[in-house]
């Protein structure tokens, strides 16, 4: 696999990307407890699957994946506008992680997964939903 090429930046912006919480989010963490509490066993960063699901249901072939809006770029059309530092930077990796996130949701259900991605707000926001859409795709 073509690794992707690296992105310039700074000494402070590596230490500070070195600091950011890529597994067990407040958000997923949520999730995941929720859907033990439902009787729903599963596998958290499944690495087995393209993309390490955050929760991948490996009996019915769900992958859940849980994104921060930031990284992988809600809204993204009006929120790249805004970038103000390191815009190059940050365009370039923001796009690259929506280009990855298609990527594995197609590998996944050509493979027989079904996918289904929330937004981390909308897990804090709406636990229950969320939870809902889920059991729901398990339903199917």
């Known amino acids: ?35 033990w509490k439902n009787g729903i066993r599963y596998r958290k960063n499944y690495r087995k699957l393209p993309g390490s699901p955050d929760i991948a249901i490996t009996k019915q072939k769900i992958a859940v994946f849980v994104d921060g809006e930031f990284w992988h770029g809600k809204d993204w059309e009006i929120k790249k506008e805004k ?14 992680n929506i280009k990855r996130d298609k990527r594995v949701n197609t590998l996944l259900i050509e493979n027989g997964w079904k996918v289904i991605r929330f937004w981390e707000t909308e897990v804090l926001k709406d636990l229950d939903n969320c939870v809902k859409e889920v059991l729901e795709l398990l339903s199917r």
Do not use: C, D, F, Q
Not at 8 to 25: D, H, Q
């Open 1 to 35: 696999m073509k690794h992707p090429k690296k992105l310039e930046t700074t000494p402070e912006i590596s230490k500070r990307m070195a600091n950011v919480k890529l597994k067990n989010g407040t958000a997923e963490v949520m999730l995941a407890k929720e859907l």
């Open 83 to 96: 970038l103000k530092n390191n815009r190059k930077y940050w365009i370039e990796k923001i796009e690259e």
